[in-house]
């Protein structure tokens, strides 16, 4: 065992999304256990336990179970699970039941059969809002709520594409025992869907290269059928002699191959159906068209392959259900133990893949069909001799007229037939049962979690080097959890946490550093960092602190612990300047470096306490004459107070200062009297700054405070960037402001924005969307925060001017009490505003003006009415799904909380 995990052994074990309690003592026993089988070179199979998160695709199948049985969705979660096991229905509980014959401990979570979740919910006392609108976020809800409640290893979820994005990472914020999160799919799927996601499996091998890349392992798992379904004989008294059934194509634009195959066979064939068709009433004169051109080709069966091929060029996407041209042969689909009924009693059952399946197969229909004794015809694939033999185990067809032809021929060759039927059933029986699967997916999980905690940190290391934050989170999360004791790994996890903003999971992997490697100036730096941007400021000092305490010359430090100060009051409520300046003088005193003593400085300027600050300005060339830096900053901020003689004296100190060091100075720097703007420089005057997330009111109250203080256009500047040297060294802002807004908000006005971009979508324009939930999803999270360099830090914009003591004016306080909010902003600054100009000035710019073009806007860029909309708080519900908004609330929760937006 490693020294920090000797050093851990008598303490409790702290994991991320569950600092201490019953459930991390079992997660933190769980994962010394796993290793301490690792090292010794056992199995992990007894220790390992596995979820199953099944997505129910048959809803239409599920609403019959509960119209035959009334009273079923009043009944108790066990029961009314019991019942839809017994249907049979989808998977049904195949999976765990596999697992368990396999001697691996599992359960099955049925994740949107809403009926019996709520009954588990409401078994469990979990509150719900049950509001129909809410239905997603309450599955969800329940979902990680049954997971933690199982406390697994492992979590396979079936269908990824079906989910909500992001499930994976759900289910690790909310469920600290899982290591291990694989995801199954059977589509292309979204990277959005497959964060917190460790590996994939797909159903057939031409989605395999269509995913993230090489730092996902994908591999290829087939469909299996659960032994319990089909008969354990073959029966060859068949009273059907050819069966399909399944989706027909219409109503789906990926199965237009299957619609026409089929509709070849129906002409010419004696194939029944059993379809599941959804259509628009498609337009009598293509009813009319589709019925002449079947009635033609039935009539004239050696011109049936041109007239259908016309057809389909004249009208590609199906639309016109095959129930309607051969009512007589078609039936409604079935499900469940009707469906097994049904291929029990097939002589051959017909199968047909979907368009993007690309040449490759692998459906669940190859071995269903088979397991049930029936003879397989089945579309040819590259990858069919991998599970059958495909002319003695089933038969492969390329194409209708193929497919026709060899109807024909097993129609008309029982032995054959009965030959082949059997031969594809024993295949089915030893090779593509569940059970092999879950054994497949068992070997799966014990290999990932046998990886060795240093083998697992070496990944992490090298993805974190390439830029990769999400893929080295799990890896540093898998390193932990085989050695708890690693503090390296823990502070890897939180530096790669903090990155992706998730403070509270950061915070959590640094105390468990800590614990494990004790004091440390860098962590406990780092930790306080995160403690301050949570506004816990307190706890933050006493960590700078300790910090501070272990390296006193630590230069990084000063700054920090003033910024943890400041935020106290939010950015707002002004510090005691005595205090501040006393904490400043100790800590240039003790750190011995003149750059502790500007910062803190800096941070004093704009904070308004300006004779302080200047008192440590000077100090700092005191304590280094040789340093034209310190007086080319002191210069600027003269320039800012109006004292300009004082501004150009400094500034020719640092040149000469230069030139002796030949130190290259900013090209702004060492200006002349003559070069200084007399009216802009003079005392109150210059430039003020607003600062905000585009659409949060900006351009608002830069007008409203060129309004209330009658400066011309052009004195009040705007900008959506985060804090920069550019804009601290600037000697013509005189005062700044922190404009923010809910983020929810603000992502519907940015869709609304752009009436232009949208209109232009019908033309290819990209980045244009047709609702809200579009734009956030394809362009605001992959390519907006992006543009304005926020990406992943959405905290940084309005953070780094907050540290300096820019006050923060939120757009609800500013739509709500306007006045009030100016009235304060002003006190802040030291500017004095008559209240009664203030009221007026509101009035004109109100946003009702504002809409109407009955104000003139003189501070901000061009814009018309149309930039103004509806200026509302909380019209975010109207616009966006609660799968979004639950998304965004999970995604950006610390800077919601920070700027008070949770629980809005």
Same mark, same amino acid.
């Given at each position: 065992?490693?020294?920090?995990?000797?050093?851990?052994?008598?303490?409790?074990?702290?994991?991320?999304?569950?600092?201490?309690?019953?459930?991390?003592?079992?997660?933190?026993?769980?994962?010394?256990?796993?290793?301490?089988?690792?090292?010794?070179?056992?199995?992990?199979?007894?220790?390992?336990?596995?979820?199953?998160?099944?997505?129910?695709?048959?809803?239409?199948?599920?609403?019959?179970?509960?119209?035959?049985?009334?009273?079923?969705?009043?009944?108790?979660?066990?029961?009314?699970?019991?019942?839809?096991?017994?249907?049979?229905?989808?998977?049904?509980?195949?999976?765990?039941?596999?697992?368990?014959?396999?001697?691996?401990?599992?359960?099955?979570?049925?994740?949107?059969?809403?009926?019996?979740?709520?009954?588990?919910?409401?078994?469990?006392?979990?509150?719900?809002?049950?509001?129909? @609108?809410?239905?997603?976020?309450?599955?969800?809800?329940?979902?990680?709520?049954?997971?933690?409640?199982?406390?697994?290893?492992?979590?396979?979820?079936?269908?990824?594409?079906? #989910?909500?994005?992001?499930?994976?990472?759900?289910?690790?914020?909310?469920?600290?025992?899982?290591?291990?999160?694989?995801?199954?799919?059977?589509?292309?799927?979204?990277?959005?869907?497959?964060?917190?996601?460790?590996?994939?499996?797909?159903?057939?091998?031409?989605?395999?290269?269509?995913?993230?890349?090489?730092?996902?392992?994908?591999?290829?798992?087939?469909?299996?059928?659960?032994?319990?379904?089909?008969?354990?004989?073959?029966?060859?008294?068949?009273?059907?002699?050819?069966?399909?059934?399944?989706?027909?194509?219409?109503?789906?634009?990926?199965?237009?191959?299957?619609?026409?195959?089929?509709?070849?066979?129906?002409?010419?064939?004696?194939?029944?159906?059993?379809?599941?068709?959804?259509?628009?009433?498609?337009?009598?004169?293509?009813?009319?068209?589709?019925?002449?051109?079947?009635?033609?080709?039935?009539?004239?069966?050696?011109?049936?392959?041109?007239?259908?091929?016309?057809?389909?060029?004249?009208?590609?996407?199906?639309?016109?259900?095959?129930?309607?041209?051969?009512?007589?042969?078609?039936?409604?689909?079935?499900?469940?133990?009707?469906?097994?009924?049904?291929?029990?009693?097939?002589?051959?059952?017909?199968?047909?893949?979907?368009?993007?399946?690309?040449?490759?197969?692998?459906?669940?229909?190859?071995?269903?069909?088979?397991?049930?004794?029936?003879?397989?015809?089945?579309?040819?694939?590259?990858?069919?001799?991998?599970?059958?033999?495909?002319?003695?185990?089933?038969?492969?067809?390329?194409?209708?007229?193929?497919?026709?032809?060899?109807?024909?021929?097993?129609?008309?060759?029982?032995?054959?037939?009965?030959?082949?039927?059997?031969?594809?059933?024993?295949?089915?029986?030893?090779?593509?049962?569940?059970?092999? %699967?879950?054994?497949?997916?068992?070997?799966?999980?014990?290999?990932?979690?046998?990886?060795?905690?240093?083998?697992?940190?070496?990944?992490?290391?090298?993805?974190?080097?390439?830029?990769?934050?999400?893929?080295?989170?799990?890896? #540093?999360?898998?390193?932990?959890?085989?050695?708890?004791?690693?503090?390296?790994?823990?502070?890897?996890?939180?530096?790669?946490?903090?990155?992706?903003?998730?403070?509270?999971?950061?915070?959590?992997?640094?105390?468990?550093?800590?614990?494990?490697?004790?004091?440390?100036?860098?962590?406990?730096?780092?930790?306080?960092?995160?403690?301050?941007?949570?506004?816990?400021?307190?706890?933050?000092?006493?960590? #700078?602190?300790?910090?501070?305490?272990?390296?006193?010359?630590?230069?990084?430090?000063?700054?920090?612990?003033?910024?943890?100060?400041?935020?106290?009051?939010?950015?707002?409520?002004?510090?005691?300047?005595?205090?501040?300046?006393?904490?400043?003088?100790?800590?240039?005193?003790?750190?011995?470096?003149?750059?502790?003593?500007?910062?803190?400085?800096?941070?004093?300027?704009?904070?308004?306490?300006?004779?302080?600050?200047?008192?440590?300005? %000077?100090?700092?060339?005191?304590?280094?004459?040789?340093?034209?830096?310190? !007086? #080319?900053?002191?210069?600027?901020?003269?320039?800012?107070?109006?004292?300009?003689?004082?501004?150009?004296?400094?500034?020719?100190?640092?040149?000469?200062?230069?030139?002796?060091?030949?130190?290259?100075?900013?090209?702004?720097?060492? !200006?002349?009297?003559?070069?200084?703007?007399?009216?802009?420089?003079?005392?109150?005057?210059?430039?003020?700054?607003?600062?905000?997330?585009?659409?949060?009111?900006?351009?608002?109250?830069?007008?409203?405070?060129?309004?209330?203080?009658?400066?011309?256009?052009?004195?009040?500047?705007?900008?959506?960037?985060?804090?920069?040297?550019?804009?601290?060294?600037?000697?013509?802002?005189?005062?700044?402001?922190?404009?923010?807004?809910?983020?929810?908000?603000?992502?519907?006005?940015?869709?609304?924005?752009?009436?232009?971009?949208?209109?232009?979508?019908?033309?290819?324009?990209?980045?244009?969307?047709?609702?809200?939930?579009?734009?956030?999803?394809?362009?605001?999270?992959?390519?907006?925060?992006?543009?304005?360099?926020?990406?992943?830090?959405?905290?940084?914009?309005?953070?780094?001017?907050?540290?300096?003591?820019?006050?923060?004016?939120?757009?609800?306080?500013?739509?709500?009490?306007?006045?009030?909010?100016?009235?304060?902003?002003?006190?802040?600054?030291?500017?004095?505003?008559?209240?009664?100009?203030?009221?007026?000035?509101?009035?004109?710019?109100?946003?009702?003006?504002?809409?109407?073009?009955?104000?003139?806007?003189?501070?901000?860029?061009?814009?018309?009415?149309?930039?103004?909309?509806?200026?509302?708080?909380?019209?975010? !519900?109207?616009?966006?799904?609660? @799968?979004?908004?639950?998304?965004?609330?999970?995604?950006?929760?610390?800077?919601?909380? !920070?700027?008070?937006?949770?629980?809005?």
């Amino acid at each position: 065992m490693p020294a920090a995990a000797a050093r851990m052994s008598n303490k409790p074990v702290v994991h991320l999304g569950d600092l201490g309690g019953e459930q991390g003592d079992r997660t933190g026993r769980r994962a010394a256990g796993a290793k301490r089988a690792f090292a010794e070179g056992q199995t992990l199979n007894t220790d390992v336990s596995i979820v199953f998160l099944t997505y129910i695709a048959y809803n239409s199948a599920i609403a019959e179970l509960y119209r035959a049985e009334p009273g079923l969705a009043g009944r108790s979660f066990a029961e009314q699970r019991r019942r839809y096991v017994d249907s049979w229905i989808g998977y049904s509980d195949g999976f765990s039941h596999a697992m368990t014959r396999i001697g691996r401990r599992c359960h099955q979570i049925f994740f949107n059969l809403w009926s019996i979740q709520a009954a588990w919910a409401r078994e469990h006392g979990l509150a719900l809002s049950r509001a129909p @609108a809410d239905r997603s976020r309450d599955l969800l809800k329940i979902a990680l709520a049954q997971i933690k409640a199982e406390g697994p290893d492992a979590v396979y979820i079936q269908g990824i594409e079906a #989910y909500p994005a992001g499930l994976g990472t759900q289910i690790r914020a909310h469920c600290p025992s899982v290591r291990l999160v694989i995801a199954a799919s059977g589509f292309e799927t979204k990277p959005a869907h497959l964060g917190g996601v460790d590996a994939l499996t797909v159903a057939t091998p031409s989605l395999r290269p269509r995913f993230v890349g090489p730092e996902l392992p994908v591999r290829v798992l087939y469909h299996g059928v659960d032994p319990r379904r089909v008969a354990g004989r073959l029966d060859h008294g068949r009273s059907i002699p050819a069966v399909f059934t399944g989706s027909s194509g219409v109503g789906w634009p990926s199965h237009g191959e299957r619609y026409w195959t089929l509709m070849r066979l129906m002409i010419d064939a004696p194939l029944r159906c059993w379809l599941y068709e959804v259509a628009d009433d498609p337009p009598a004169e293509v009813v009319e068209a589709f019925s002449h051109a079947v009635a033609e080709a039935g009539r004239r069966p050696e011109a049936a392959a041109g007239l259908l091929a016309k057809l389909r060029q004249s009208d590609p996407t199906p639309r016109v259900p095959l129930a309607r041209l051969f009512g007589d042969r078609c039936a409604p689909p079935v499900f469940g133990r009707a469906l097994f009924a049904l291929l029990a009693q097939a002589g051959i059952v017909v199968n047909s893949h979907v368009d993007v399946a690309r040449g490759d197969v692998g459906n669940l229909r190859l071995f269903e069909a088979t397991a049930a004794g029936a003879c397989l015809l089945t579309d040819h694939g590259a990858n069919l001799p991998a599970l059958f033999d495909p002319e003695t185990e089933v038969v492969g067809y390329r194409g209708p007229e193929d497919c026709l032809a060899r109807l024909r021929w097993l129609l008309d060759d029982e032995p054959a037939r009965r030959r082949i039927a059997e031969a594809g059933w024993r295949r089915t029986a030893r090779d593509h049962t569940l059970e092999r %699967r879950c054994a497949e997916i068992a070997e799966l999980v014990e290999t990932l979690l046998r990886r060795p905690a240093a083998r697992w940190f070496a990944e992490g290391e090298a993805a974190r080097g390439t830029g990769e934050p999400a893929l080295a989170e799990r890896r #540093y999360r898998h390193a932990v959890a085989f050695d708890p004791g690693q503090g390296r790994a823990w502070h890897r996890l939180g530096n790669v946490l903090k990155a992706q903003d998730q403070l509270a999971a950061a915070e959590g992997a640094y105390r468990c550093a800590w614990r494990c490697d004790g004091d440390n100036p860098e962590l406990l730096r780092q930790l306080g960092n995160v403690l301050r941007q949570r506004l816990r400021c307190d706890e933050a000092l006493a960590v #700078y602190d300790r910090a501070l305490a272990c390296a006193p010359d630590d230069t990084t430090l000063g700054p920090q612990i003033a910024f943890a100060l400041l935020a106290k009051g939010r950015g707002w409520t002004p510090t005691d300047d005595a205090t501040l300046a006393a904490r400043a003088q100790a800590l240039a005193d003790a750190g011995g470096a003149p750059a502790v003593r500007v910062d803190l400085a800096d941070v004093l300027f704009w904070r308004g306490a300006a004779d302080q600050a200047l008192d440590h300005y %000077r100090r700092a060339i005191a304590d280094t004459p040789a340093e034209p830096v310190h !007086r #080319y900053t002191i210069g600027h901020r003269l320039a800012l107070l109006g004292e300009a003689g004082a501004a150009c004296a400094a500034w020719r100190e640092a040149a000469a200062v230069a030139a002796e060091t030949r130190w290259t100075p900013p090209a702004a720097a060492f !200006r002349t009297p003559a070069a200084l703007p007399p009216a802009e420089l003079a005392a109150g005057d210059g430039i003020l700054l607003t600062a905000g997330y585009p659409k949060s009111g900006n351009v608002w109250l830069s007008n409203l405070l060129a309004a209330c203080l009658d400066l011309p256009p052009g004195r009040v500047a705007m900008t959506h960037d985060p804090l920069h040297g550019g804009v601290i060294g600037n000697p013509y802002i005189v005062r700044a402001v922190v404009v923010v807004r809910d983020l929810r908000d603000v992502i519907v006005s940015l869709f609304h924005n752009w009436p232009a971009r949208r209109a232009r979508l019908r033309r290819g324009v990209p980045f244009a969307y047709e609702t809200a939930d579009q734009m956030y999803q394809s362009f605001f999270l992959q390519h907006h925060l992006r543009q304005i360099d926020l990406h992943p830090h959405l905290e940084a914009l309005p953070e780094g001017y907050v540290d300096h003591g820019v006050p923060v004016v939120r757009y609800e306080d500013l739509n709500r009490q306007p006045v009030d909010s100016l009235l304060a902003l002003f006190g802040h600054w030291r500017i004095a505003v008559n209240r009664e100009r203030i009221v007026r000035e509101v009035e004109r710019f109100s946003l009702a003006n504002l809409r109407t073009g009955r104000t003139t806007l003189s501070q901000a860029p061009p814009v018309g009415p149309h930039h103004f909309r509806r200026g509302v708080a909380g019209g975010f !519900r109207d616009e966006l799904t609660p @799968a979004t908004i639950a998304d965004i609330e999970r995604r950006f929760a610390d800077y919601l909380a !920070r700027w008070g937006y949770v629980g809005t």
